[in-house]
């Protein structure tokens, strides 16, 4: 499967763990997003890396949000000290330089209990 | 005003009908648009990319209207299968951003 893969696909986490998601884009694609979304809401944008360099980051991405990229191939988002409110799907998507097509994976989804 | 808007319905229409869809934005200087369709809990998935000169692909076609600020998705012959949500989205020189989606019910 050459697609983009995350994992894991879910994941049920007690309110103040720490917690790692996994993306591997398309292995052609430079370009790589991390989205989140929540029931009735279109996919939000968190962050994205050209290569392994870490270009924007969302005003959504709190101070217990982190990503990278290290070696400009998979890229990890670690959630600390969770929260309830951090329940939410979370999309890493990867692409050419834009204007090109996205790529979502199928997503890791997040319950924090 | 929402950088991306859409009617988040539901559309509900009948097997065989036409229906269509407009996704409005707010920055004229967006480059690129995209139609994804999502089936509840499951990924985005590329539906197709519109283009100035408008797009076909078998029943649907795709519209971007620069001058207004708009584009659409039309589906003709609407099928249950393609009961979903169809998102919009545009690119810009570094991210996509995406509408909260139109859903669409297909009733036999």
């Known amino acids: 499967d050459t697609g983009v893969s995350q994992n894991p696909r879910h994941k049920i986490t007690k309110r103040g763990q720490n917690v790692t998601f996994r993306c591997d884009p398309i292995s052609e694609h430079n370009r790589l997003y991390w989205y989140r979304q929540t029931l009735g809401q279109g996919p939000e944008f968190l962050t994205y890396f050209q290569n392994e360099a870490q270009l924007e980051k969302s005003r959504l991405l709190s101070d217990r949000f982190s990503a990278e990229r290290p070696k400009g191939s998979f890229s990890t988002l670690e959630i600390q000290r969770t929260e309830q409110g951090d329940s939410a799907m979370y999309l890493c998507?990867?692409?050419?330089?834009?204007?090109?097509?996205?790529?979502f994976g199928q997503g890791t989804r997040l319950t924090v209990v | 005003r929402k950088e991306v808007e859409q009617d988040p319905g539901p559309f509900n229409v009948p097997e065989g009908a036409t229906v269509a869809f407009n996704c409005t934005y707010s920055n004229s200087a967006s480059q690129s648009f995209f139609w994804y369709r999502q089936d509840c809990r499951k990924e985005p998935k590329l539906l197709m990319s519109v283009y100035s000169s408008g797009n076909e692909d078998g029943r649907f076609t795709a519209q971007l209207n620069r001058a207004s600020q708009y584009i659409s998705l039309l589906i003709r012959d609407s099928k249950l299968s393609d009961s979903a949500t169809y998102l919009c989205g545009l690119s810009g020189t570094y991210k996509y951003i995406f509408g909260t989606g139109t859903r669409l019910k297909v009733l036999a």
């Open positions: 998507a990867s692409s050419l330089v834009p204007p090109t097509e996205a790529f």
